[in-house]
Nanobody, 124 residues
Framework: QVQLVESGGGLVQAGGSLRLSCAAS????????MGWFRQAPGKEREFVAA????????AYADSVKGRFTISRDNAKNTVYLQMNSLKPEDTAVYYC?????????????????WGQGTQVTVSS
């Protein structure tokens, strides 16, 4: 079993920055890819970013490319999402997810474990 706990969400003005963290426990953290997804009210959960088990491979949704950066520290069992130049349309609950494969996944079905989510609200 894997436990994921997100932190770092909050309220920020448009153009501001936030850094989300996801602390993992319960298995060898470095063995699987990690991802961030988000879900706005009335919308489906969508892919934001992902990182391979080694950290050498990353992927981003077009909507966040150039503004968000995903990274991981396997020694600390933690994955991060640095979010810059935030926009009101980035407002959502952000979820951390852990996969069992080392390669990046883009869909929710490719991840086995999920955190409880952290709210990000961007005001205009």
């Amino acid at each position: 079993q894997v436990q994921l706990v997100e932190s770092g969400g909050g309220l920020v003005q448009a153009g501001g920055s936030l850094r989300l963290s996801c602390a993992a426990s319960g298995r060898t953290f470095s063995s699987g890819a990690m991802g961030w997804f988000r879900q706005a009210p009335g919308k489906e959960r969508e892919f934001v970013a992902a990182i391979s088990y080694s950290g050498r491979g990353t992927a981003y949704a077009d909507s966040v490319k150039g503004r968000f950066t995903i990274s991981r520290d396997n020694a600390k069992n933690t994955v991060y999402l640095q979010m810059n130049s935030l926009k009101p349309e980035d407002t959502a609950v952000y979820y951390c997810a852990a996969g069992s494969r080392g390669s990046i996944g883009y869909t929710t079905g490719e991840y086995n474990y999920w955190g409880q989510g952290t709210q990000v609200t961007v005001s205009s």
